[in-house]
């Protein structure tokens, strides 16, 4: 039976500010900046917005959409909590919402001063998801994702014999996909070499194996697949959503297996409800937190077999040109960090083919990840259509 | 209570009612662990329920301090001004006898002799009158 989401709901508009180190502007700023840009990519006006899901927490609420956009009558406020995960997460949401006409455009956005404002180290600690870290962690040294995440890549390298040299491939082939961009916080080439002369933040997680601490905002709305064939940009529909919790969610410590992500069972929920599967897939973008997380996500997806994932990055496979293109915007390891909504978005243009130097040809179906928190997960995949 | 500025504050935990009793221990010199008093399985961190049969009592009991080396990391960037002077230490993640996990500093083992199954002993250093945290050492 076919799944009562697949096809009901389209990404309709896209929209991102300039992704920066340093700005004067506040989150909210950012994240109505960005509004007001996939707003009018979708050619909708702001009234039509009836539906918000800002990244929570951090950024603005329903009562500031509703405040700065001037909002007749929103019908739909939600947040989704899933750290990195949630932008992918709240488009299920979004799209359960249009489906069954509760809303008609669900507004999803991040606004994020990572760089002019509070580092990760102080910024999750005040997220409910990380009290067990901050309690249990926090106090013997670890802080931060690069730490937390670290002991996991360890325990691939040791069982699996993946090595640093996989590691940088996935960070240089980001960059060079960044370059191409132009939107972007790392424009200037990287090397292997740099790459492992770069500083040990904890190990094996070097400096270039982490995403950037960026200032941005970003956002898309999502409207009804039939209402969305009438707006002004080729219509991208959802053909498969889903989220995924693991074991022992709000500490990787205490789960049974480290690299059980929640991806896993999103991705089976995914792919099933898209009908489609890894071969399917024309170009991906994988929430890239870190290098690692990359390699990891990409044997969940079924592109490889789990322990394969360093092999498999390697000889330009992820590139431009290769047999699965990885993100082609440069991620947040080299674009910016906006949460994952920026993979989102790059994959809505690949499909409408808006990605100007980094297009994949004929790029017809597509895939984006999200990964946050101690381990949730999300799956979308889109189709351009016919 | 005096203040002391140039030294950067430790982060310490903040126990809830549900954990109180892992944090008392640890400043006795026990590793206390939470067991449901219906089905018996042990279960970490502290939580008001148990996952398995949802019975919401449960029993402190002191585990053995022996485990094995499950993975690790050496964080290199503090993250935290307190952890800059300590900075590179091992954090390592055990696998405890009792059948759960501790992740804490590994202390008196060298970055190159760190391997997946290597016997470790649990410690306790108290970093205040109050509070008492766990480390590693080769056992």
Same mark, same amino acid.
């Given at each position: 039976?076919?799944?009562a989401?697949?096809?009901?709901?389209?990404?309709?508009?896209?929209?991102?500010?300039?992704?920066?180190?340093g700005?004067?502007?506040?989150?909210? &700023?950012?994240?109505?900046?960005?509004?007001?840009?996939?707003?009018?990519?979708?050619g909708?006006?702001?009234?039509?917005?009836?539906?918000?899901?800002?990244?929570?927490?951090?950024?603005?609420? &329903?009562?500031?959409?509703?405040?700065?956009?001037?909002?007749?009558?929103?019908?739909?406020?939600?947040?989704?909590p899933?750290?990195?995960?949630?932008?992918?997460?709240?488009?299920?949401?979004?799209?359960?919402?249009?489906?069954?006409?509760?809303?008609?455009?669900?507004?999803?956005?991040?606004?994020?001063?990572?760089?002019?404002?509070?580092?990760?180290?102080?910024?999750?600690?005040?997220?409910?998801?990380?009290?067990?870290?901050?309690?249990?962690?926090?106090p013997?040294?670890?802080?931060?994702?690069?730490?937390?995440?670290?002991?996991?890549?360890?325990?691939?390298?040791?069982l699996?014999?993946?090595?640093?040299?996989?590691?940088?491939?996935?960070?240089?082939?980001?960059?060079?996909?960044?370059?191409?961009?132009?939107?972007?916080?790392?424009?200037?080439?990287?090397?292997?070499?740099?790459?492992?002369?770069?500083?040990?933040?904890?190990?094996?997680?070097?400096?270039?194996?982490?995403?950037?601490?960026?200032?941005?905002?970003?956002?898309?709305?999502?409207?009804?697949?039939?209402?969305?064939?009438?707006?002004?940009?080729?219509?991208?529909?959802?053909?498969?959503?889903?989220?995924?919790?693991?074991?022992s969610? &709000?500490?990787?410590?205490?789960?049974?297996?480290?690299?059980?992500?929640?991806?896993?069972?999103?991705?089976?929920?995914?792919?099933?409800?898209?009908?489609?599967?890894?071969?399917?897939?024309?170009?991906?973008?994988?929430?890239?937190?870190?290098?690692f997380?990359?390699?990891?996500?990409?044997?969940?997806?079924?592109f490889?077999?789990?322990?394969?994932?360093?092999?498999?990055?390697?000889?330009?496979r992820?590139?431009?040109?290769?047999?699965?293109?990885?993100?082609?915007?440069?991620?947040?390891?080299?674009?910016?960090?906006?949460?994952?909504?920026?993979?989102?978005?790059?994959?809505?243009?690949?499909l409408?083919r808006?990605?100007?130097?980094?297009?994949?040809?004929?790029?017809?179906?597509?895939?984006?990840?999200?990964?946050?928190?101690?381990?949730?997960?999300?799956?979308?995949?889109l189709?351009?259509?016919? | 209570?005096?203040?002391?500025?140039?030294?950067?504050?430790?982060?310490?935990?903040?126990?809830?009612?549900?954990?109180?009793?892992?944090?008392?221990?640890?400043?006795?010199?026990?590793?206390?662990?939470?067991?449901?008093?219906?089905?018996?399985k042990?279960?970490?961190?502290?939580?008001?329920?148990?996952?398995?049969?949802?019975?919401?009592?449960?029993?402190?009991?002191?585990?053995?301090?022996?485990g094995?080396?499950?993975?690790?990391?050496?964080?290199h960037?503090?993250?935290?001004?307190f952890?800059?002077?300590?900075?590179?230490?091992?954090?390592?993640?055990?696998?405890?006898?009792?059948?759960?996990?501790v992740?804490?500093?590994?202390?008196?083992?060298?970055?190159?002799?760190?391997?997946?199954?290597?016997?470790?002993r649990?410690?306790?250093e108290?970093?205040?009158?109050?509070?008492?945290l766990?480390?590693?050492?080769a056992?």
């Open positions: 039976m076919v799944h989401l697949r096809e009901k709901a389209a990404i309709s508009g896209v929209g991102e500010t300039a992704y920066t180190r700005t004067t502007k506040s989150g909210l &700023a950012l994240q109505l900046e960005a509004s007001l840009k996939a707003i009018d990519d979708a909708l006006s702001p009234r039509e917005i009836d539906g918000v899901i800002p990244y929570f927490p951090g950024g603005g609420i &329903a009562e500031d959409f509703i405040a700065n956009l001037g909002l007749p009558d929103l019908t739909l406020s939600l947040f989704v899933m750290g990195g995960a949630t932008c992918v997460s709240a488009i299920q949401s979004a799209a359960m919402a249009v489906a069954t006409g509760v809303a008609k455009n669900v507004l999803i956005s991040v606004g994020r001063t990572g760089y002019s404002g509070a580092r990760v180290s102080t910024r999750l600690q005040q997220f409910p998801q990380f009290a067990l870290a901050a309690e249990f962690e926090a013997i040294g670890m802080f931060a994702p690069a730490q937390l995440y670290a002991q996991g890549a360890r325990r691939h390298m040791e699996y014999g993946t090595t640093p040299r996989h590691f940088a491939e996935v960070a240089v082939v980001t960059r060079q996909h960044a370059i191409l961009n132009g939107n972007v916080v790392m424009n200037k080439p990287l090397t292997v070499e740099e790459h492992h002369a770069s500083r040990m933040i904890s190990d094996p997680f070097r400096l270039f194996d982490c995403s950037l601490e960026s200032d941005g905002g970003a956002a898309v709305i999502v409207s009804a697949a039939d209402r969305a064939r009438d707006l002004k940009k080729p219509l991208v529909t959802i053909m498969g959503v889903a989220e995924g919790h693991p074991e969610p &709000a500490s990787i410590a205490q789960r049974p297996d480290l690299l059980d992500f929640g991806l896993v069972k999103a991705a089976k929920r995914g792919y099933d409800m898209a009908g489609l599967g890894p071969k399917d897939i024309d170009v991906a973008e994988i929430y890239d937190c870190f290098t997380t990359v390699l990891r996500q990409l044997e969940i997806l079924g490889c077999k789990t322990g394969e994932g360093g092999p498999f990055v390697m000889d330009g992820i590139a431009l040109g290769g047999e699965l293109p990885v993100n082609t915007h440069g991620g947040l390891l080299s674009q910016g960090h906006v949460v994952g909504l920026n993979h989102v978005i790059e994959l809505t243009r690949q409408r808006e990605a100007g130097k980094a297009q994949v040809k004929d790029a017809e179906v597509g895939l984006v990840t999200g990964y946050g928190d101690m381990g949730d997960g999300s799956l979308a995949i189709r351009r259509a016919a | 209570m005096s203040t002391t500025p140039a030294q950067p504050e430790r982060p310490l935990p903040t126990p809830t009612r549900d954990s109180q009793p892992y944090w008392d221990g640890m400043r006795e010199g026990r590793f206390m662990l939470q067991h449901c008093a219906a089905c018996g042990v279960r970490h961190y502290p939580r008001p329920a148990c996952p398995h049969c949802h019975s919401m009592e449960s029993k402190w009991e002191a585990a053995p301090l022996g094995k080396i499950h993975t690790w990391t050496v964080c960037h503090p993250f935290n001004f952890f800059k002077q300590a900075a590179p230490y091992i954090v390592a993640l055990v696998d405890m006898e009792a059948g759960v996990r992740n804490a500093p590994l202390r008196g083992i060298a970055e190159k002799d760190l391997e997946i199954g290597a016997r470790v649990l410690a306790f108290p970093v205040t009158k109050d509070v008492t766990p480390y590693f050492v056992g």
